[in-house]
């Protein structure tokens, strides 16, 4: 069974600073990752995705995560924060099994950012 | 293409009613999804469908029904309200070709309380 842990359920960082949002993974697989976004009272937003064509995955926004088989890892960093970026983020996982197994996507608890002026 | 469409987008039930929630797709995608969101818990998979006429269970499908009698709608029904079923209800959609990696795109939820 695949799991998704993120560390920090809360990550406030000033604008301009460097974002980190942790994900760490469990997966019995290879992996497919995933990060979305949730602005308040909105849907979920894909923000990159990681599908084992290169291991540094850029996304919309400026966003970027690197996959690290060794550490179970799939980060996701931005080099300077805007208040536009505060939001919800999760870290998600599917394997690549057949029939409908492999749509169905693992969710991590999520991670709110705050961006203070 | 209106995407993913989900009403209603606020709904207030008491113990023990029973109500539909509708999701559509217009972008013809075989697989449709059904998450809850509750604080601090990300999301859950209730039901997923992988194509009209077959569906099957996620992670937390008590007190949820599913069917998919066509490709672009996919009804959650919950039969019995019950308090524990107050949340953020999100369905989603993706194509099917070669599966995994393939964008799922979310609707924007219905919040449904349960008194």
């Known amino acids: 069974a695949q799991s998704v842990t993120q560390l920090g359920s809360h990550v406030s960082v000033s604008e301009g600073a460097l974002v980190l949002l942790r994900c760490n993974y469990s997966?019995?697989?290879?992996?497919?990752l995933f990060w979305y976004v949730q602005y308040p009272n909105q849907g979920l937003q894909l923000l990159l995705k990681?599908?084992?064509?290169?291991?540094l995955v850029k996304g919309i926004n400026g966003f970027e995560a690197e996959f690290k088989k060794s550490e179970t890892s799939f980060h996701l960093t931005k080099p300077s924060a805007h208040m536009s970026d505060a939001a919800e983020y999760f870290c998600?996982?599917?394997?690549?099994?057949?029939?409908?197994?492999?749509?169905?996507?693992?969710f991590g608890k999520g991670t709110l950012l705050t961006v203070n002026p | 293409n209106a995407g993913v469409t989900q009403t209603p987008k606020f709904q207030v039930l008491k113990t023990g009613q029973s109500m539909t929630l509708q999701c559509a797709q217009d972008m013809n995608h075989e697989y449709m999804s059904w998450y809850r969101q509750d604080p601090g818990m990300g999301l859950r998979l209730i039901h997923y469908?992988?194509?009209?006429?077959?569906?099957d269970q996620g992670e937390v499908p008590n007190g949820y029904n599913v069917s998919r009698s066509t490709t672009e709608d996919f009804p959650l029904r919950l039969l019995s309200a019950a308090p524990s079923q107050t949340s953020v209800y999100f369905c989603?959609?993706?194509?099917?070709?070669?599966?995994?990696?393939?964008?799922?795109?979310f609707g924007p939820g219905t919040r449904l309380t349960v008194l």
């Open positions: 469908s992988v194509g009209a006429g077959i569906t």
């Open positions: 997966s019995s697989v290879p992996p497919y």
């Open positions: 990681y599908t084992s064509a290169a291991t």
């Open positions: 998600a996982v599917t394997d690549g099994g057949s029939g409908g197994s492999n749509y169905k996507l693992t």
């Open positions: 989603a959609s993706s194509r099917s070709l070669a599966g995994a990696f393939n964008e799922q795109f």
